[in-house]
């Protein structure tokens, strides 16, 4: 009968790997001798008490010897499980108005509000006329501009691999990923399709019926679905439809770009 699957956290099943790697103390020749001889006679199968050898300097010996990997494991575990992660952060504000976090309406000037609402999540829709940055330590910068609609993606993990998702229903996205982000992956799903993010500067416009990406810098991959993705390099941008019609790849225009640039300047201080 196979033992149940256990439910561990990404953070206890890394623990996990971490004590299983720990290398292995080969049995003593002595004890190796002894196991043999107890095995022919029979005398294993019988119960036995534990007895530790008791002469001095034995047990301290043997705690100088398991101490070391019981510490590495130990603090390997409660790195893992409680170590604080990158989580996101209220940057910046632009402009004036009522930006509504999960439906909850707040004037752009009361910023302590913003910092505290603004979760992995949460939808954020911003009027025209502002701009909200959020910064994820040295992962991810994202601006919420042009009316956007917008869902804040969970928090980053410590692990190469993984994935985090965000889904744009209006207005437009401007995103540059750091230093910490190689490894990781960004996914932006909108109603005309699937935005793969792996390193790079882009603007995601979600417009009445379509959705244009704009690679400022770096590349993206793209697509109305997994099967149609392009690799759209630096310069070129390519619009969607919701009507399924095919896809346009074009440069970049002269809007976007300076949208772009316009959030890099204002977003200097960071990456």
């Known amino acids: 009968m196979m033992d ?12 996990r790997d971490a004590v299983r790697a720990l290398g292995q103390v080969p049995a003593a020749a002595a004890f190796r001798e002894r196991l043999k001889q107890e095995f022919v006679s029979g005398d294993i199968a019988r119960q036995k008490v534990l007895k530790l050898d008791t002469r001095p300097g034995f047990l301290g010996w043997l705690g100088k010897a398991l101490l070391p990997a019981a510490a590495v494991a130990l603090a390997v575990a409660m790195f893992f499980i409680l170590a604080p992660g990158t989580s996101w952060k209220f940057k910046g504000i632009t402009g004036q108005g009522l930006v509504a976090v999960n439906d909850v309406k707040v004037d752009a000037s009361d ?20 701009a909200l940055d959020l910064i994820a330590g040295d992962v991810l910068l994202l601006e919420l501009d042009e009316g956007a609609d917008a ?16 889904e744009v229903a209006t207005g437009e996205l401007r995103l540059k990923t750091g230093p910490g982000f190689p490894g990781r992956q960004f996914n932006v799903r909108t109603p005309e399709g699937l935005i793969e993010v792996t390193g790079t500067i882009i603007s995601i416009f979600r417009g009445p019926e ?3 990406v704009c690679v ?25 439809f919701l009507d399924r019609r095919p896809p346009m790849i074009t440069e970049v225009m002269a809007e976007h770009i300076q949208g772009l640039e316009g959030f890099l300047e204002r977003n200097k201080d960071v990456f």
């Open 4 to 15: 149940e699957p256990l439910n561990l956290t990404p953070g206890q099943e890394r623990a």
């Open 111 to 130: 910023v302590q509000t913003l910092a505290r609402l603004i979760k992995p999540g949460a939808r954020i829709v911003v009027p025209e006329g502002v």
């Open 151 to 166: 869902t804040v993606p969970q928090n980053p993990g410590r692990g190469a691999g993984e994935v985090m998702f965000s």
């Open 210 to 212: 379509l959705t244009c």
């Open 216 to 240: 400022f810098e770096g590349e993206a991959r793209i697509g109305q679905d997994p099967e149609t993705m392009d690799l759209i390099p630096a310069g070129q941008r390519k619009v969607m």
